[in-house]
């Protein structure tokens, strides 16, 4: 690395050392958004709701009865790993599913189901996976069960099985301070509806509303821009609307529908009927002790409508406070609602999403401890995968024989056309089943493996070019001078190859580190996650997009020593290597034979 690259990594890493050192002042107190809000947080049933929310509708998939407890046989549920439950579940999504300041998966949702599982007699193994890949994974038994605040509907239905309900759910419309907006019947064709993808929400906008709404993958990315008006209006559930909205956000809910396609409902594969049964078992059973009103009073203290009850038709309704007298003694001991505050400014707005310097500091450590090893694990595993098959790709793709050009070139073809986060879930939705007994059912190295085929494959085309540039005569010379070809290529070719296209590597191994982070798709635990996630995460605790940014800098201390690598090398190989004294073909001065020669 030259010595201005090198001057400024060493800035760049002061910097952070700075700004962001443990040795600082320890961040302000700040409201975790996955902490159980409690009970003084309770809220009546919404009055504002829609003409078409009639309640929640018929009833046509809760079981009259379950079996007894003491009848069912653990051993026989169907579990990938004896005896423990396996759930993939989300991160982002407080109070309901979320990971916690200390690391821990929790929420109303996943506590619920460490309850029932405690009855079952299972341990509980939390996974992190997005929302889009989550129904498959449970339908390809990757998981045990889905938890993730999950709507029944028919269509689901059509992919995974659902124990009966554990909660109800209805829709908030939530828009920014003084829109014109007032209810879910001013939605029109031209406004920019926000939905995140792949939810019952993005359902209820395209199919009962008839609108094209804006999709994002995570609420924080989402709420964040509403509240930056580059939305207009968006449809989220009501318990992630009330968790989300801080005092001082200029934004309001306005109106609230009730889900009318059915409840909200753990997911289980649908032939695994024997875990769906003791599912259900042991959801009244933490009814019926007691436990579900408890933690529903905690995490989303919200009365139930008419008509509406967790478990089977059999439970017991379960005994809660009264919400709706304890919303409006809160509401009669804080008085009359503020004002909605001054919209700010575009730059303080941005000051206050992105550079939060209490944030900074409170994500360090994780992305240190965390984030930054598995990112580095990741990317240096594939790297070699990814030279050794790219090699090989290379070779085959110049060789003379076409039963070994061919088959390169479709690999090449196929790796290199899809986009990477289908690759990643074909292999993990597809040969995780196939080689769960030798990985344990842990979808870390088979991460490392769809890395490593996808970085083979550009790696391959890089060799390759890198190889046929090198001028035909270097080859006819070693023949002539009596090697075969394949030592001509190893000893000659292959090494000049090689060394044209060392900046074309190094741009590669960058891209592969930024990868990473897609391997989350396939699940991961706690302590696997990488920069992104581990950011993701934090930015989900709080509401805020400044640990997205420190992981983003943590990405630049990476990149940026790699990039002026690059440089180095690159001018290195167009200059060759710098001469302190001009070559004498004769060697070094010798006396006797000047002498000679004068």
């Known amino acids: 690395m030259t010595r201005d690259g090198l001057l400024k990594t060493t800035v760049l890493f002061l910097v952070l050392a700075t700004m962001f050192g443990l040795g600082m002042a320890a961040p302000s107190a700040r409201a975790d958004q996955c902490a159980p809000p409690g009970e003084q947080s309770a809220s009546a049933l919404p009055t504002n709701l829609a003409e078409a929310a009639q309640g929640p509708g018929a009833d046509k998939y809760t ?13 026989r549920l169907g579990l990938g790993t004896p005896g423990v ?3 993939g579940t989300l991160s982002d999504a407080p109070p309901s599913i979320c990971i ?5 998966f929790t929420g109303f949702d996943n506590e619920l189901l460490r309850a029932v599982a405690e009855k079952l007699g299972l341990r509980v193994n939390f996974v992190g996976t997005d929302f889009s890949g989550l129904l498959a994974q449970v339908a390809s038994r990757r998981f045990d069960v889905g938890s993730s605040s999950i709507t029944t509907t028919d269509a689901r239905r059509q992919t995974v099985g659902f124990t009966n309900g554990y909660d109800f759910g209805y829709f908030s419309l939530v828009v920014p301070g003084g829109s014109p907006i007032k209810g879910f019947g001013d939605l029109a064709a031209g406004q920019r509806i926000g939905v995140v993808q792949g939810t019952v929400q993005e359902a209820y906008v395209v199919d009962t509303l008839g609108l094209d709404p804006v999709k994002f993958p995570d609420y924080n990315t989402l709420y964040a821009s509403l509240k930056t008006r580059q939305i207009d209006a968006w449809v989220a559930p009501s318990q992630q609307a009330q968790g989300t909205i801080q005092a001082g956000d200029p934004t309001e809910i306005i109106e609230n529908t009730f889900s009318l396609d059915n409840f909200v409902a753990y997911a289980v594969a649908k032939e695994n009927q024997p875990l769906i049964d003791a599912l259900n078992s042991g959801l009244d059973a933490v009814i019926a002790d007691g436990t579900w009103a408890r933690l529903y009073t905690d995490w989303v203290p919200r009365a139930l409508p008419n008509g509406w009850k967790p478990g089977s038709k059999a439970a017991p ?13 809160g509401a009669a001991e804080a008085g009359p609602r503020a004002a909605p505050p001054a919209p700010k400014s575009t730059l303080a707005q941005l000051k206050d999403t992105f550079l939060d310097w209490d944030l900074y500091r409170q994500a360090i450590p994780d992305l240190f401890k965390t984030g930054l090893p598995n990112t580095l694990i990741l990317t240096f595993c594939a790297s070699i995968i990814g030279l050794v098959l790219g090699m090989g790709l290379a070779v085959a793709g110049i ?24 690759i990643i879930l074909l292999i993990g939705l597809g040969i995780g089943p196939i080689v769960g007994g030798l990985t344990g059912n842990n979808p870390y190295p088979l991460g490392i493996a769809a890395l490593g085929l996808m970085a083979g494959a550009y790696i391959g085309e890089i060799f390759r070019s890198g190889i046929q540039s090198v001028e035909a005569g270097q080859l006819e010379a070693s023949r002539a001078l009596g090697f075969s070809y394949s030592s001509s290529m ?3 070719v292959i ?18 580190l930024k990868a990473s982070s897609l391997v ?10 990488e920069l992104f996630q581990v950011g993701r995460d934090l930015n989900a605790q709080t509401g805020n997009l400044s640990p997205l940014v420190a992981a983003g800098i943590f990405y630049l201390a990476l990149t940026i020593p790699l990039t002026h690598l690059v440089n180095f090398i690159d001018n290195r190989l167009r200059s060759g290597r710098a001469q302190t004294e001009p070559d004498d073909p004769l060697g070094p001065a010798d006396p006797i034979r000047t002498q000679e020669m004068v």
Request: net charge positive; charged share 15%; aromatic share 8%.
């Open 317 to 329: 309704v379960p005994q809660l406070p009264d919400f709706t007298a304890i919303a409006a003694a």
């Open 63 to 75: 079981t009259p009865t379950v079996e007894p407890l003491a009848s069912i046989d653990v051993n």
């Open 495 to 512: 090494p000049q190859g090689i060394r044209r296209v060392l900046p074309a590597l190094v741009n590669q191994f960058i891209s592969l």
């Open 490 to 492: 190893q000893l000659v």
């Open 85 to 87: 439950l396996t759930v």
């Open 520 to 529: 989350y798709f396939l699940g991961l635990i706690a302590s696997q996650r």
């Open 399 to 422: 060789s003379r024989s076409r039963w070994l050009r061919w088959p390169a070139r479709i690999y090449t073809d196929i790796f290199r056309g899809l986009p990477e986060v289908v």
């Open 100 to 104: 916690d300041s200390s690391g821990q």
